[in-house]
Nanobody, 124 residues
Framework: QVQLVESGGGSVQAGGSLRLSCAAS?????MGWFRQAPGKEREGVAA???????SYADSVKGRFTISQDNAKNTLYLQMNSLKPEDTAIYYC?????????????????????WGQGTQVTVSS
């Protein structure tokens, strides 16, 4: 069992920045950030493996950076140049399964553990 606790959400104007954090209670091979906007399905934003390999959704490439501190079992998401369409509840996710060379996925089904979410609101 991996427990996840997100923090760092809030309200910001377009063009601003926020950093999300996710404290994990145990080991995970893959960790990711997902988001869900009102009326929309949850979608993958960024993922990172224990080896540091990352993947990003096209909509956030060049603006968001995922990172982790393995010693602290903490995941981060640095969000820059925020847009109103980034407004959503952001969820941290983790999974212990070995993914090998294919890397960590941005699909919901690839993660067994989820945090409660943190709200990010970007105003224009």
């Amino acid at each position: 069992q991996v427990q996840l606790v997100e923090s760092g959400g809030g309200s910001v104007q377009a063009g601003g920045s926020l950093r999300l954090s996710c404290a994990a209670s145990g080991y995970a091979n893959c960790m990711g950030w997902f988001r869900q906007a009102p009326g929309k399905e949850r979608e993958g934003v960024a993922a990172i493996g224990r080896d540091g390999r990352t993947s990003y959704a096209d909509s956030v490439k060049g603006r968001f950076t995922i990172s982790q501190d393995n010693a602290k079992n903490t995941l981060y998401l640095q969000m820059n140049s925020l847009k109103p369409e980034d407004t959503a509840i952001y969820y941290c996710a983790a999974d212990r399964r070995w993914v090998g060379s294919r890397g960590c996925s941005l699909t919901l089904q690839s993660y067994n553990y989820w945090g409660q979410g943190t709200q990010v609101t970007v105003s224009s």
